[in-house]
Structures are given as structure tokens and as C-alpha cells.
């Protein structure tokens, strides 16, 4: 069964830093293309990043330079570094499996539970 | 970015009914759509991929259609764990972007 477990959410001040962390189970993570997706208190989906198979990275614009998708393959997990805080970066955070093994589908099928992260002095 | 516009922002069905979403896109992503549903407190769950093929074990009464930059997500016959809130996805350009989302609420 897969299953996606996110760890690391929290308060943090602006301009601080956060790691997040995504335990996959049932899969590989270096055979799927995994990402993350945000959603702010009361508000819609926002697609971040993505770790491809791979290994090479996107992101959305709003998070380049500040945010770094990051893979430990030994131990099925996908990380999500954030520095320099912003409160507009606070939302609950997904990481989400897409489906190809190997190549790239573009929408998700697994989703983790979500990790808060919470941005204010 | 592809901007996808969803309408209406609030639907309100009685169970039984049939319910129709509308997703537009801001120019063409051919078939590459995604929709979710979303209950308070849960992870979005993938309903439809592809504008019109079903997810594992989603009920028939879901169905997509569209290509292009119009798309509808039709729920044939409202059941009571069906409301909630429904997104749009397009993958056909970076960066992956959403729909605001139409909740289904109870009329």
C-alpha cells in the first residue's frame, strides 16, 4: 500500500527556516516524480516543486532561490528545505506522488496527510 | 502561468441530483486535466485524469469531458459523501497550476 507521511511542520518566524520531510512507503521514491503542493488557510492548491526521477528540481517562481526539494533515497524520504521565511508561505504542505514510474504523468494520485507551517513573529 | 478558471465557486445539490462543474483554461492544454475532490481536514483525492479517464476504483457516476481550454466534471447522481470541494489541474505547462476550486454543498 502507498502511503506518504509528512514530518517537520511548525511555527517559525519570518526570515527563519524549515525542513520538511515526506516518508514514502509501498514505492520507490527515485522511480516516481515527487512533489509538493501548498495550501493556504482557507484557500486553493498551489503546486511548489518537483523532484524528478532523476533528481533534477523545479519550481514555482514565488519559491525559486528560497526553497529546495532534495531526495535520501537510501530511506524513501523527500525533503523540503525552506529558508527565508515569508508569512505568505504559510499553508499546509503536501508532497504528492505522481504516478509514472519513471517518466512523468503530471498529476498526483498519492497524497500525504499535509504539515502545517505557520509563518509569524 | 495557465490560469484555470473555476465556476461556479459554490454549487448547492440535493442529493440525488445531478451536479455539472465547469474548469476553463487560459489557452489550450489539449487533455492534460486533473480533478480532486477535497473534504475538510483530508488531502485532495485524485478523481480524473487525462480530462476523462476515471481513477482507480472512483464510481461511474463521476465522469469528465472536455479538451481544449473547456472541461466538465459531472457527478451523475449526488451521493452524500460527494460534498465537498473539487479542483482543476492542468499539466500541460510548467508550472503546474490549479483551479480556485467549486465546493458541492448540500441545497
Known amino acids: 500500500e502507498v502511503q506518504l507521511v509528512e514530518s517537520g511542520g511548525g511555527l517559525v518566524q519570518p526570515g527563519g527556516s524549515l525542513r520538511l520531510s515526506c516518508a514514502a512507503s509501498?514505492?520507490?521514491?527515485?522511480?516516481?516524480?515527487m512533489n509538493w503542493v501548498r495550501q493556504a488557510p482557507g484557500k486553493g492548491l498551489e503546486w511548489i516543486s518537483v523532484?524528478?526521477?532523476?533528481?533534477?528540481?523545479y519550481y514555482t517562481e514565488s519559491v525559486k532561490g528560497r526553497f529546495t526539494v532534495s531526495r535520501d533515497d537510501s530511506n524513501n524520504i523527500v525533503y523540503l528545505q525552506m529558508n527565508s521565511l515569508r508569512a505568505e508561505d504559510t499553508a499546509v504542505y503536501y508532497c504528492?506522488?505522481?504516478?509514472?514510474?519513471?517518466?512523468?504523468?503530471?498529476?498526483?494520485?498519492?497524497w500525504g496527510q499535509g504539515a502545517l507551517v505557520t509563518v509569524s513573529s | 502561468d495557465i490560469v484555470m478558471t473555476q465556476s461556479p465557486a459554490t454549487l448547492s445539490v440535493s442529493p440525488g441530483e445531478r451536479a455539472t462543474l465547469s474548469c476553463r483554461a487560459g489557452?489550450?492544454?489539449?487533455?492534460?486535466i486533473a480533478w480532486y475532490q477535497q473534504k475538510p481536514g483530508q488531502a485532495p483525492r485524485l478523481l480524473i485524469y487525462?480530462?476523462?479517464t476515471r481513477a482507480t476504483g472512483l464510481p461511474a457516476r463521476f465522469s469528465g469531458s472536455g479538451s481544449g481550454t473547456e472541461f466538465t466534471l459531472t457527478i451523475s447522481s449526488l451521493q452524500s459523501e460527494d460534498f465537498a470541494v473539487y479542483y482543476c489541474?492542468?499539466?500541460?505547462?510548467?508550472?503546474?497550476?490549479f483551479g480556485g476550486g467549486t465546493k458541492v454543498e448540500i441545497k
Open positions: 504528492a506522488r505522481d504516478p509514472g514510474r519513471n517518466f512523468w504523468n503530471g498529476y498526483f494520485d498519492h
Open positions: 509501498g514505492f520507490t521514491v527515485s522511480s516516481n516524480y
Open positions: 523532484i524528478y526521477a532523476g533528481g533534477i528540481t
Open positions: 489557452q489550450s492544454v489539449n487533455s492534460n
Open positions: 487525462g480530462a476523462s
Open positions: 489541474q492542468q499539466y500541460f505547462d510548467w508550472p503546474l497550476t
